[in-house]
């Protein structure tokens, strides 16, 4: 059936008011959109200002565009970009500005991850004393911290690994060397520990000899005393038991003297080979101090650790204006 | 027995982990750090012959490494403990490892604290116009933001009370009050306190002098400080005295004389007993 041209064309009644529907779905679908990138814009910090500071990093690797800027482990920025400059990488921050109070000039930064496997972030070390401490401003720099790679310390390990335990081995072969300094100070400290008992003893035997012998001689000064006092009447009969008893008191104190000399002598020789085995136990303990630093050090320089020790720097004491001020 | 040889068997580990010593630069760092740091702990228990002699060994391994931090922050450090000692002209010697060594690159920042301990060296001496050249040339070091500013406007201040200018004394602590609470500096606030408290005191006005001396204190309890607690102390007793309550004064001396005596401030505990001797009529 063929149309005639001039028979206009008449929607049919149910599609009357359709080109408004479809406009507003169209406009309620672009609304919606719209709304959706503004909440992801808002999500991402768009809408917050930032200032951006940069670093130099001699090896960028790991470190990426939108990467989280960390201080005390709460996201403060991000990396905004990096690119080659001419002492390596130069990477940009951009901090929140809510946060730029709290991020000093003087402050450093370093890579880090959660762990050893865990998301890598740019950690802000708090400034250290001594360091300046003013906010940061748009366009200024601060320091990085560069860290080894996973495959540079395991690197470092198995190059030093062979040298450490050659040198671990050489100290325990001399502690275990019964010639070894260390192991005769130990031997010749134990055998004067060992006659310290015998001394003591001696020394108590001593003085309880010393305390009997003045308790004789006061006894018998006594009865010398008694006896002087009725000599003028018995001075002719007695004088032979006077010189007898005499006798027998100067005898006791010799004995006394004798034992006294003789004890003395022992201890003498204790002192003196304690004095001479002195110098060789100082040099022991001072090896032994050194090593025990050397451990403590080297512990401190090992990968496990020394990520949790705060970074070294010269400490500067305060320049305090009023450093002479009660003086004047 | 089990945990000792279990700390054996860590120790071994650790050990192995460890690079071992070498004369390297990087040990030559540590070193010189670690003489820095044994400089510090004898300086915190008063035994400053040690800690000269710590920072001067941690200042030659840094210039044997032409390192100019470390030998600015050593230079600065010795000549702070030479100052102590009383041997000036050893503190200014040893500044000349910074200021005499065109060859070498110091941060502004520290140019400005070697001039800073310059002026603080001939304020001591009463060298007030050289300390006031110096002083110029720190600012000119330190620009506008820089941590040292409120320490240079104190010791303007302090400059301008010797010269009798307590109006410009006063603007110069206020200044340095501003600029260490901008960058957080409690020592310098205290001090730009103190520095108010004495011009208001010198200007006849015992309330202001006394508002701001009592924040001082506060500020030099908080940190510590037990010289600047009795200078505070005394400070404040002038102030009581001047507004006629000699009571009040006499209690604030006592108090100085106390702190001096047992920080063993031989120095501060005279003045404090000549003040208390005066304020009781001896």
């Known amino acids: 059936m063929e149309q005639k041209p001039e028979e206009k064309l008449v929607a049919p009644r149910r599609f009357r008011g359709m080109r408004k529907q479809v406009n507003a779905f169209l406009f309620t679908a672009l609304l919606g959109f719209a709304g959706l990138v503004g909440l992801v814009a808002y999500k991402q910090g768009m809408f917050v200002q930032h200032t951006q500071i940069s670093f130099h990093a001699p090896d960028a690797t790991g470190i990426h565009k939108g990467m989280s800027v960390r201080l005390h482990g709460v996201p403060v920025g991000a990396v905004k970009d990096v690119e080659l400059a001419d002492r390596g990488a130069r990477v940009r921050l951009a901090i929140n500005n809510h946060h730029i109070a709290r991020v000093a000039r003087g402050a450093q930064a370093r890579l880090v991850r959660e762990g050893y496997v865990g998301a890598a972030s740019i950690q802000i070390l708090p400034v250290s004393a001594g360091a300046d401490r003013t906010p940061v401003a748009e366009g200024d720099e601060i320091r990085f911290l560069a860290q080894k790679g996973i495959a540079d310390m395991l690197d470092e390990v198995r190059q030093q690994m062979t040298p450490a335990f050659m040198e671990l081995r050489r100290a325990a072969s001399e502690m275990s060397d019964p010639n070894s300094d260390f192991r005769r100070s130990v031997s010749s400290l134990r055998e004067l520990i060992e006659e310290l008992p015998g001394t003591t003893r001696d020394l108590r035997q001593l003085v309880r000899d010393t305390d009997r012998t003045m308790l004789t001689v006061g006894r018998q000064a006594e009865q010398t005393l008694a006896i002087l006092a009725r000599v003028g009447t018995q001075t002719e009969e007695q004088l032979p038991a006077i010189a007898g008893r005499l006798t027998t008191t100067l005898d006791s104190l010799n004995a006394t003297a004798t034992q006294m000399r003789e004890t003395t002598r022992t201890n003498g020789e204790a002192l003196r080979e304690l004095l001479t085995q002195a110098p060789e136990l100082v040099r022991g303990s001072g090896e032994l101090v050194r090593d025990t630093q050397e451990l403590t050090t080297a512990a401190r320089r090992t990968w496990l650790l020394r990520d949790y020790i705060e970074p070294s720097q010269m400490r500067t004491l305060p320049v305090d204006s009023f450093e002479s001020f009660g003086k004047r | ?282």
């Open chain 2, 1 to 282: 027995m089990r945990v000792q040889v279990l700390l054996c068997v860590m120790a071994v580990g650790l050990g192995g982990c460890a690079p071992s010593p070498k004369n390297t630069t990087a040990a030559r760092q540590e070193a010189a750090l670690e003489a820095n740091r044994r400089g510090e702990n004898y300086v915190r228990h008063g035994e400053l012959e040690n800690a000269a002699r710590s920072y001067r060994e941690a200042l030659r391994l840094s210039q044997s490494l032409e390192d100019p931090e470390g030998i600015a922050a050593n230079a600065i450090n010795l000549s702070i403990v030479r100052q102590r000692q009383g041997r000036f002209a050893d503190a200014r010697a040893s500044l000349g490892a910074v200021m005499e060594q065109p060859n070498l690159r110091f941060s502004p920042l520290r140019l400005s604290e070697a001039a800073l301990r310059h002026a603080l060296l001939d304020l001591d001496e009463r060298r007030f116009g050289t300390a006031g050249k110096w002083l110029t040339q720190a600012q000119t070091h330190c620009g506008e933001r820089c941590p040292l500013a409120g320490a240079i406007h104190n010791v303007r201040a302090q400059l301008a009370l010797q010269a009798g200018r307590v109006d410009d004394a006063a603007a110069a602590a206020r200044s340095a009050l501003e600029a260490s609470r901008a960058t957080g500096e409690r020592s310098e606030t205290a001090n730009a306190l103190r520095l108010l408290g004495i011009s208001a005191l010198q200007r006849g006005e015992a309330a202001a002098a006394r508002a701001h001396l009592e924040q001082a204190l506060a500020l030099d309890r908080e940190l510590g400080a037990p010289r600047k607690i009795a200078l505070d102390l005394l400070a404040l007793g002038r102030a009581a005295a001047l507004s006629g309550e000699r009571d009040a004064a006499r209690a604030y001396y006592a108090r100085a004389l106390a702190v001096s005596e047992a920080d063993r401030d031989h120095a501060g505990a005279a003045e404090a007993r000549a003040m208390l001797d005066a304020a009781t009529g001896k």
